[in-house]
């Protein structure tokens, strides 16, 4: 028999799995396991160990270090349900941070004062408070796998403090800083692709994996459909939008139709002299040879560009938080900005540009005050003009 149920008390239940003969005594050796809930639930778990047992995936509880857990979950879990660039940052919060300062320790012997004390470390070290709570996220999430899979009895990342972010002041142009850079940028290879940033707010992924069939100049919108990502090893891929609300539409200004018009037209002709047709499944911004852009290339391009038009130099980034601060400042409703962007949540883009607000509720105080005082007869005495309806 390969493993059997024992209740111990009202509601738990302990489980004996036999790991085979010891090679020295002959006897069995056995894993045991304590289960709180229904016997129904207790021979789930039972069920689960036995097929662990049977994949190679078994890992038992006492003896497995973080280190050894967190390489198992990264192969085992993070793998195949992060994207592989959400892999890659996982891997190296694990790898450089984790690993090296907790790994030695069982994973079942884990305290929330180990974690707080590596938060203390690597704040006192210079870490910034968002880059230690995106390590808090990593070992909270590594840790509830490991309370789904039965090897630890509680998430121990749930009793730690975290460190509040401060967030960097959001860095945006204005419409005169927007007219000067693209005036700069003009005769840039990466014209179109900065014009389309500016005027739509999409993600600089989102804009790389755009193809020339995700543009439809005739209803004057853009489709996003995907995402590109370049990895450390050299190599790209395309993934699926993050979330629902990432794969949106986005309607397209007049000039940014006139604009991307231009790029297919340049393109295909430099297609047509390298002997190539331009293709729908051809990407919108590439090289000459039609291969994908590098995001740190265009970032680079973007930057230099600005310096050059004498405007506040501000990340790649930040051409979609000034595409959403411009739009929000002309009163277009928050609802729309949030479909723009691409935001799971409409609070999502309330609080992210929490910075607009304080003009939004001037404008409104004020426009309030306007409708009021039209209900008051010219005359200037208050008595309200009442309407019927």
């Not at 014209?191 to 005027?199: D, I, N, P, W």
């Not at 590439?286 to 600005?306: Q, Y």
């Not at 008595?383 to 309806?389: C, Q, T």
Request: aromatic fraction near 8%; proline fraction near 4%.
């Amino acid at each position: 028999m390969r493993g059997h149920i024992e209740k111990r008390g009202k509601d738990s239940y302990s489980l004996a799995i036999s790991m085979g003969k010891d090679a020295n005594t002959g006897k069995y050796k056995y894993q045991w396991t304590t289960v709180k809930g229904t016997k129904k639930e207790a021979e789930k778990r039972l069920s689960e160990i036995l097929n662990q047992l049977d994949t190679g995936m078994f890992m038992r509880p006492g003896k497995t270090t973080l280190a050894e857990y967190l390489e198992r979950w990264l192969k085992d879990y993070a793998k195949p349900n992060l994207s592989p660039r959400g892999y890659e940052r996982y891997e190296s919060i694990c790898r450089v941070h984790l690993i090296p300062s907790l790994g030695n320790i069982p994973l079942t012997q884990l305290k929330p004062e180990h974690l707080q004390k590596l938060y203390t470390v690597k704040l006192n070290n210079g870490l910034s408070a968002l880059t230690v709570r995106y390590l808090h996220t990593v070992i909270h999430k590594a840790l509830q796998t490991a309370l789904k899979w039965g090897l630890v009895s509680r998430n121990v990342a749930d009793g730690v403090d975290i460190p509040r972010a401060r967030h960097n002041d959001m860095q945006t142009w204005d419409e005169y800083d927007i007219t000067r850079f693209l005036d700069t940028a003009k005769d840039s290879p990466y014209y179109a692709l900065f014009h389309t940033a500016l005027f739509t707010g999409m993600r600089r992924s989102e804009l790389l994996a755009l193809r020339w069939l995700d543009v439809d100049l005739l209803f004057s919108q853009v489709s996003v459909t995907r995402s590109l990502h370049h990895l450390k090893d050299g190599s790209y891929v395309f993934t699926q939008p993050k979330s629902a609300k990432s794969r949106r539409t986005i309607s397209l200004s007049p000039s940014a139709i006139l604009t991307l018009k231009e790029q297919r037209e340049k393109q295909a002709s430099i297609w047509a002299r390298l002997g190539k047709t331009l293709t729908d499944n051809d990407l919108v911004f590439s090289t000459p040879e039609g291969k994908p852009l590098r995001p740190n290339t265009v970032s680079r391009a973007w930057a230099m560009l600005a310096a050059r038009a004498g405007v506040k130099v501000i990340r790649f980034h930040d051409a979609r938080h000034t595409h959403a601060s411009l739009m929000l400042k002309q009163g277009v409703h928050p609802k729309i900005v949030q479909e723009r962007l691409g935001h799971a949540s409409i609070q999502i883009t309330l609080d992210t540009y929490s910075h607009v607000a304080p003009g939004l509720q001037q404008a409104a105080a004020e426009g309030f005050d306007k409708l009021v005082s039209s209900g008051y007869n010219e005359n200037g005495k208050n008595e309200p003009v009442r309407k019927h309806y």
